[in-house]
């Protein structure tokens, strides 16, 4: 019985065939649209944590603030809006290194990008583009670089004005040459690793100077100082962001000489925090994303309960015949709504594979790993059947209930 059941859902659907695939097709879109949205934004997500994983979650970075005062309240104006100079970050460094004595949570940074777009000589080779950076010997762990070949500075290069850099991977990948800017020779000591970060193209056309020497080479009134700020892993704790935030905020209060009431005249940012605003950003977009795919498996579920009720009225004389010779109520019911549960689920599975397509054609340019979103697909399912009963229990009910003797003189 549930053989000759199936057989004749599978020949109703073929019989039906434009308003069965014009069904599955709307289904297959929502469910596609669902699935799609969903391993994209896990995609989306994957990338986000890798990248805020590479830069260091608890970092943070003490920059210029770039808002003007005259855009913020006359209540609380800004003391100064000066540049961050090199004598700030030096008294910086001074009370960190004190404050350390007593806590060894804390590690810092300072560089600066003194040049953009600069003209660099490697040989008989002239690369443009390039990018100098003046930075400390913990700039590459601040930034989470890794070196290919080479060493980083060695604590007394920091302090000198030896001309040795750490190049980027577009510039060169051996150690121990020479490239030249503005006449002046500079010896490669270090190849960075090539980056797959999203600002990879400056990371790998960057040329990393000991500061002191940058800072004597290339610094102008243009020139802004960066402090970065971060968690010492070794004696890292579950509340390592919070305080470092606090401590870094403090310092820089004291030698930029705030007063209590004063607001910050420099801006301090967290990694942390940004990524809770990005993660904020995609869960808007998910619920916008299915809130689209409702309104579409709405419109697809329509389309199912009058293409089983236009089945029910062709087939009204055969219903009665069946009826006629014994066939129960409960089968025409289950009959009808096993057409409806495999137009579903035939339109659920292509929208599945299309949902994981365009997902992951997605996740390859954001250069992430092929995303299987178990939990979404088990939804989507789930979504079809339920689509699939509810649109096919009406039909269904109206061809167990007819009446025979009626039916069979329908023409």
Same mark, same amino acid.
Request: proline share 2%; hydrophobic share 35%; charged share 20%.
């Given at each position: 019985?549930?053989?000759?059941?199936?057989?004749?859902?599978?020949?109703?659907?073929?019989?039906?065939?434009?308003?069965?695939?014009?069904?599955?097709?709307?289904? %297959?879109?929502?469910?596609?649209?669902?699935?799609? %949205?969903?391993?994209?934004?896990?995609?989306?997500?994957?990338?986000?944590?890798?990248?805020?994983?590479?830069?260091?979650?608890?970092?943070?970075?003490?920059?210029?603030?770039?808002?003007?005062?005259?855009?913020?309240?006359?209540?609380?104006?800004?003391?100064?809006?000066?540049?961050?100079?090199?004598?700030?970050?030096?008294?910086?460094?001074?009370?960190?290194?004190?404050?350390?004595?007593?806590?060894?949570?804390?590690?810092?940074?300072?560089?600066?990008?003194?040049?953009?777009?600069?003209?660099?000589?490697?040989?008989?080779?002239?690369?443009?583009?390039?990018?100098?950076?003046?930075?400390?010997?913990?700039?590459?762990?601040?930034?989470?670089?890794?070196?290919?070949?080479?060493?980083?500075?060695?604590?007394?290069?920091?302090?000198?004005?030896?001309?040795?850099?750490?190049?980027?991977?577009?510039?060169?990948?051996? %150690?121990?040459?020479?490239?030249?800017?503005?006449?002046?020779?500079?010896?490669?000591?270090?190849?960075?690793?090539?980056?797959?970060?999203?600002?990879?193209?400056?990371?790998?056309?960057?040329?990393?100077?000991?500061?002191?020497?940058?800072?004597?080479?290339?610094?102008?009134?243009?020139?802004?100082?960066?402090?970065?700020?971060?968690?010492?892993?070794?004696?890292?704790?579950?509340?390592?962001?919070?305080?470092?935030?606090?401590?870094?905020?403090?310092?820089?209060?004291?030698?930029?000489?705030?007063?209590?009431?004063?607001?910050?005249?420099?801006?301090?940012?967290?990694? %942390?925090?940004?990524?809770?605003?990005?993660?904020?950003?995609?869960?808007?977009?998910?619920?916008?994303?299915?809130?689209?795919?409702?309104?579409?498996?709405?419109?697809?579920?329509?389309?199912?309960?009058?293409?089983?009720?236009?089945?029910?009225?062709?087939?009204?004389?055969?219903?009665?015949?069946?009826?006629?010779?014994?066939?129960?109520?409960?089968?025409?019911?289950?009959?009808?709504?096993?057409?409806?549960?495999?137009?579903?689920?035939?339109?659920?599975?292509?929208?599945?594979?299309?949902?994981?397509?365009?997902?992951?054609?997605?996740?390859?340019?954001?250069?992430?790993?092929?995303?299987?979103?178990?939990?979404?697909?088990?939804?989507?399912?789930?979504?079809?059947?339920?689509?699939?009963?509810?649109?096919?229990?009406?039909?269904?009910?109206?061809?167990?209930?007819?009446?025979?003797?009626?039916?069979?003189?329908?023409?």
């Amino acid at each position: 019985m549930k053989r000759e059941i199936f057989k004749e859902a599978i020949t109703s659907i073929k019989n039906n065939r434009l308003r069965s695939i014009l069904t599955i097709s709307i289904i %297959s879109i929502g469910i596609t649209a669902l699935v799609g %949205s969903m391993t994209t934004t896990d995609a989306l997500i994957d990338n986000i944590s890798k990248s805020f994983s590479d830069l260091g979650i608890n970092n943070i970075t003490i920059r210029e603030n770039k808002i003007s005062s005259t855009s913020l309240s006359h209540e609380c104006p800004i003391r100064n809006n000066s540049k961050i100079n090199y004598y700030q970050t030096e008294s910086f460094s001074k009370l960190i290194i004190s404050e350390k004595e007593k806590n060894y949570s804390t590690n810092y940074s300072v560089y600066c990008e003194f040049r953009k777009g600069i003209k660099t000589y490697y040989g008989n080779k002239i690369i443009d583009n390039c990018n100098i950076i003046g930075s400390d010997g913990n700039f590459l762990k601040y930034k989470s670089l890794k070196l290919s070949k080479g060493r980083n500075f060695y604590p007394t290069e920091n302090v000198s004005n030896s001309n040795i850099c750490i190049v980027g991977n577009n510039i060169s990948k051996s %150690s121990g040459d020479y490239i030249r800017i503005h006449s002046i020779r500079y010896q490669i000591i270090g190849c960075l690793a090539k980056s797959q970060k999203e600002n990879k193209i400056a990371i790998n056309n960057s040329i990393i100077i000991p500061l002191k020497c940058a800072k004597e080479q290339f610094e102008s009134i243009n020139c802004s100082y960066e402090i970065g700020v971060f968690p010492n892993q070794k004696v890292a704790k579950n509340n390592t962001s919070v305080y470092s935030y606090a401590f870094a905020e403090k310092l820089f209060r004291i030698i930029r000489r705030l007063k209590p009431k004063e607001i910050n005249d420099f801006e301090l940012s967290e990694n %942390s925090a940004t990524q809770n605003e990005i993660g904020s950003l995609y869960s808007l977009i998910n619920n916008a994303a299915k809130i689209i795919c409702f309104i579409t498996l709405l419109g697809a579920s329509i389309c199912l309960i009058n293409i089983m009720l236009v089945s029910v009225k062709e087939r009204t004389k055969e219903i009665g015949t069946r009826k006629a010779l014994g066939a129960k109520n409960i089968y025409i019911r289950i009959q009808f709504l096993t057409e409806a549960l495999l137009i579903g689920q035939i339109g659920g599975t292509f929208g599945i594979f299309g949902g994981l397509l365009v997902g992951n054609i997605c996740a390859y340019y954001l250069d992430t790993n092929f995303v299987i979103p178990w939990g979404i697909i088990i939804t989507a399912i789930t979504t079809c059947i339920i689509v699939s009963l509810i649109s096919g229990y009406l039909p269904a009910r109206k061809a167990a209930n007819l009446n025979p003797i009626t039916a069979l003189h329908y023409e």
